[in-house]
């Protein structure tokens, strides 16, 4: 049997009064490490870095029959549907509706909207659609009489809906300090067209908020797409050439452009800029998208999702009566997809067939002119020796 020494307790003291000290300096380390990353977090949110909204548009909210391609018959249903929808998806930060609220902007039509948005428990964000006012395709006097004009609808829209306090048919603001939100009206007041146009006045609203808020990643909406998803002359917004002017101005900032309006599902990347349009709710495939943003220090991930309606029996009646239905649905990657952009970085431009075939054509007129320039040039020179030679022959004789 061991016999328990006087020094073997005393090394067992030594030894407990060092490990007692040795755990009060790591408490001690641990606590103020806790404190002083927190003291630099204060100001750190990952609220501030994600962004979660969904985009639902061209709800064309009718009494009409149904067109060739809408199912207008069925629109408040469809809204109804939705709403049901978007109250079970949980962190959304709002609902945007980029235009054609109504099919017809009349009083009864926009009470109708408002009813059911008011069963939405998501702040919402509304843009102006070309149905939106004083817009119709029906000539009776009596029809024409009860359509509302863009000042009255923004009188509504602002009594209707708390979350847009801007009587202003575009605006801008930050749901949060990573981003920026910029509301454009791309509509052409007082005429009967399905065409966009956006105004000197706005170009330069669009350049001076981008200008001021390069840090941020830039969230566009509108109703017209800047660049055509299908190719439609009668759809297409008539100056995108100074759009895309602007836009080239911040070729290293992340942004994102989200319309409506050909009812149809496409997602294009043009360098750092993506280019999203949404399909319609009375449309084939009757959907909207729910898009998730996250913003890190070094890039910025876009994740887009497609929800369709659950009433199916009305989605096959939409998809009935469309000759090329897929054309509107989208590839998948037009409706479910993730993103990835790299801040300060340029990325090379994936051209497209009609795009290379424009370069080429410029090339080759360039090519054209730098020949007929030189051309001219041996000629002006040649003329020029002649006129030397015969003045020097008309000295000497």
């Not at 307790?9 to 380390?29: E, G, P, V, Y």
């Amino acid at each position: 049997m061991q016999i328990i020494t006087e020094s073997f307790w005393t090394d067992l003291k030594n030894w407990h009064k060092k490990m007692k000290n040795t755990f009060i300096k790591l408490f001690l380390f641990i606590f103020t490490a806790f404190f002083t990353v927190n003291a630099a977090m204060a100001d750190f949110s990952f609220n501030d870095m994600e962004l979660k909204f969904a985009q639902v548009s061209d709800v064309h909210i009718s009494e009409g029959n149904d067109t060739a391609y809408k199912v207008l018959s069925h629109s408040k249903e469809l809204f109804e549907d939705a709403v049901l929808t978007l109250n079970k998806i949980k962190g959304l930060d709002f609902v945007v509706f980029t235009g054609d609220m109504v099919d017809e902007p009349t009083g009864g039509l926009y009470r109708s909207f408002f009813e059911t948005l008011s069963k939405l428990n998501h702040p919402s964000l509304l843009v102006f659609g070309n149905h939106d006012s004083a817009f119709s395709d029906i000539e009776e006097e009596e029809i024409q009489e009860k359509l509302l004009d863009k000042n009255t609808i923004l009188d509504v829209i602002t009594r209707s809906n708390p979350y847009q306090p801007y009587r202003m048919p575009y605006f801008a603001y930050s749901p949060s300090k990573d981003y920026r939100v910029i509301v454009l009206d791309t509509t052409i007041a007082e005429r009967t067209t399905s065409n966009g146009y956006i105004s000197e006045e706005q170009l330069n609203f669009l350049d001076n908020e981008i200008a001021s808020n390069q840090d941020k990643v830039i969230i566009i909406f509108q109703h017209h797409p800047v660049i055509e998803p299908i190719k439609s002359e009668h759809h297409r917004l008539t100056n995108p050439e100074a759009y895309l002017q602007v836009l080239k101005k911040y070729e290293k900032v992340p942004i994102a452009i989200f319309a409506g309006h050909y009812h149809t599902a496409r997602i294009i990347r043009k360098g750092n800029v993506i280019h999203v349009a949404s399909p319609s709710l009375v449309t084939f495939p009757n959907a909207f998208r729910v898009v998730n943003i996250t913003n890190y220090n070094d890039r910025v991930i876009f994740q887009f999702k497609m929800y369709e309606t659950g009433l199916k029996e009305i989605q096959e009646i939409s998809k009935s009566g469309l000759i090329a239905s897929v054309a509107f649905q989208g590839k998948s990657s037009d409706r479910n997809n993730e993103i990835m952009i790299r801040k300060g970085y340029v990325p090379k431009v994936k051209l497209t067939k009609e795009e290379k075939q424009a370069i080429k054509q410029e090339k080759k007129a360039q090519k054209q002119a730098e020949k007929e320039r030189k051309r001219a040039e041996k000629e002006a020179k040649k003329a020029l020796k002649k006129q030397q030679k015969e003045q020097k022959q008309e000295f000497e004789g």
